[in-house]
């Protein structure tokens, strides 16, 4: 009952070099969800994602990119990686519907940017 | 101006205080209300949720929501160590594309000493 899977847990990386953050559940859930998590900052959503195909932007979207190819996978993808972008990310999933409000959250990638 | 406002704390109280935790918001079109639990280097977990105004009960903990002032709480009793945690406070939304969204306070860091 592996529930939200992030991979890596750990990373860092010099600036300008890409990475791509995979997130898996095995939920069945429609809506994923990627957010970044800093100081003081709570946790502010990037990207998010209703099913298969379809992406929308959150709050703090400009520099990252999402895809959502297969239903249990959203990837979250770094193209030239920022100081600004050190954080912790988080993936979160939840299944459709108006009355079910509990997403189910990863345990989290700590990235660093040098 | 933040859509969610929290203190973010920390919050140090003595073993079997009530803690008292406040979020406000700015968006009257948030539905759902939630608060989260975040242990160091874990993920948030679902503690409680509402939809309307009034309180709501489980255990030791108590959701409250005031619609009319934008303003909700969640108070525990009886505090336990084993309570200490973040925090986060949660309100979901319909984006601009029509799919919903979980919008996150800052959090509020707990600590409860014995």
């Known amino acids: 009952n592996a529930g939200v899977t992030q991979t890596p847990k750990f990373r860092v990386l010099k600036t300008g070099q890409s990475m791509t953050l995979l997130c898996a559940q095995d939920m069945n859930h429609e809506y994923m969800y990627w957010y970044r998590q800093d100081p003081g900052m709570g946790l502010r959503l990037i990207h998010y994602s209703v099913g298969e195909g379809t992406t929308a932007k959150g709050e703090v979207p400009d520099g990252y990119n999402v895809s959502r190819l297969k239903k249990q996978n959203f990837l979250l993808g770094l193209e030239s990686a920022a100081p600004s972008q050190t954080s912790v990310y988080f993936c979160a999933s939840r299944p459709l519907g108006t009355s079910n409000t509990e997403a189910f959250f990863g345990q989290g990638t700590r990235l660093t940017v040098v | 101006q933040k859509e969610v406002e929290q203190d973010p704390g920390p919050l140090s109280v003595p073993e079997g205080a009530i803690v008292s935790l406040n979020c406000t918001y700015s968006n009257s079109a948030f539905q759902y209300f939630m608060w989260y639990r975040q242990y160091s280097r874990k993920g948030p977990e679902l503690l409680m949720y509402t939809y309307s105004s009034g309180n709501k009960e489980d255990g030791r903990f108590t959701a409250q929501v005031d619609k009319s002032s934008k303003y909700i709480s969640l108070f525990i009793r009886d505090s336990q160590p084993s309570d200490s945690a973040t925090y986060l406070c949660?309100?979901?939304?319909?984006?601009?594309?029509?799919?919903?969204?979980?919008?996150f306070g800052a959090g509020t860091r707990l600590a409860v000493h014995p």
């Open positions: 949660a309100m979901r939304v319909v984006g601009s594309g029509g799919y919903n969204k979980l919008i």
